[in-house]
């Protein structure tokens, strides 16, 4: 597996593969990694033959809108250069903050994400998208791969950077992978490392309230089923909720009934303790 800390490396030996015919899979992330994002990996491995798939580590502090949370998230580049070479992944990018962004920590890049960069998590975490349009453009152009690959579990994210690949008509085909959870039912995700054993017992709430309403979810009407959630979340104080939607999966607006759309996706966020965790579901 090579590892490159630099673009011009990096850029350089995927140019020596891409003539020997490979084509280039990304699957960019802020690394900590679990078997989600190894999912990511699988995928891209099986999608084509001929495929070097990419991995990225990179922490991007643009799109941190809590410093704390930017300062205390998990870094295990020894475990996460481990798994990847497990997984069958070729080359990852380690680049520092520096190589991201040798002019300073710029969100200059612009892209007219309308009302997907006003509702949920943009409304919770001002600031958010701008910091992921600005290194995604920038990690794709560095990559410029072929296929990329992202998980559901960041549901908005994965429209975001849609509408940026659509919005720079970059050539590049978005794979979205299933979202990986754990027995009980809890979402995988970095974060979960800084949960304690009884927050992490709490945070099976969230997804429970996802399932429940997929497969129930004819018994009541959207807006019912919002207000059930957050009365069933008040039973636990140490869960801070900040939002429980059920929307139009393409256009993530609230819907009222399920007559509304063809494709309905409940999200949801909430702290437990510090921790802030999100997870969506597909109800139809
Ligand atoms: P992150 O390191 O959290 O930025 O995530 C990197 C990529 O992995 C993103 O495309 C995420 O959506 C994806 N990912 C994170 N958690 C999961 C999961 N539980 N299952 C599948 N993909 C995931």
Request: aromatic share 8%; with cysteine; glycine share 6%.
């Amino acid at each position: 597996m090579k590892v490159f800390t630099t673009a011009v490396e990096l850029r350089h030996y995927l140019e020596e593969q891409r003539t020997l015919g490979k084509k280039i899979g990304f699957v960019p992330t802020m690394g900590a990694l679990h078997d989600g994002h190894i999912s990511l990996v699988q995928q891209c491995l099986s999608t084509v033959e001929d495929m070097v798939c990419v991995a990225s580590i990179f922490v991007n502090p643009t799109q941190f809108n809590d410093k704390k949370d930017y300062e205390k998230y998990p870094i295990t580049i020894d475990q996460d250069l481990e798994m990847l070479l497990k997984a069958g992944c070729e080359v990852v990018f380690l680049p520092s903050v520096d190589e991201i962004y040798p002019n300073g920590l710029q969100t200059d890049i612009a892209v007219d994400l309308g009302f997907l960069g006003t509702t949920l998590e943009a409304a919770h975490r001002p600031g958010h998208f701008q910091g992921v349009v600005q290194v995604v453009k920038i990690l794709l152009d560095k990559v410029q791969p072929d296929f990329l690959f992202l998980g559901q579990k960041d549901y908005q994210q994965c429209m975001v950077i849609t509408r940026l690949v659509e919005a720079f008509n970059m050539p590049v085909e978005i794979v979205i992978c299933p979202t990986k959870r754990e027995v009980s039912g809890l979402a995988m995700s970095s974060r979960n490392r800084r949960l304690s054993d009884q927050e992490t017992a709490l945070a099976t709430n969230l997804s429970k309230i996802l399932f429940e309403i997929k497969k129930n979810y004819k018994r009541e009407m959207p807006k019912e089923w919002v207000v059930y959630g957050i009365q069933f979340l008040k039973g636990f104080p140490e869960i801070s909720l900040e939002y429980l939607s059920v929307v139009d999966g393409k256009t993530l607006q609230e819907i009222q009934d399920w007559q509304d759309t063809k494709n309905a996706v409940a999200l949801i966020a909430a702290k437990i303790g510090t921790v802030r965790l999100i997870d969506n579901l597909t109800i139809y």
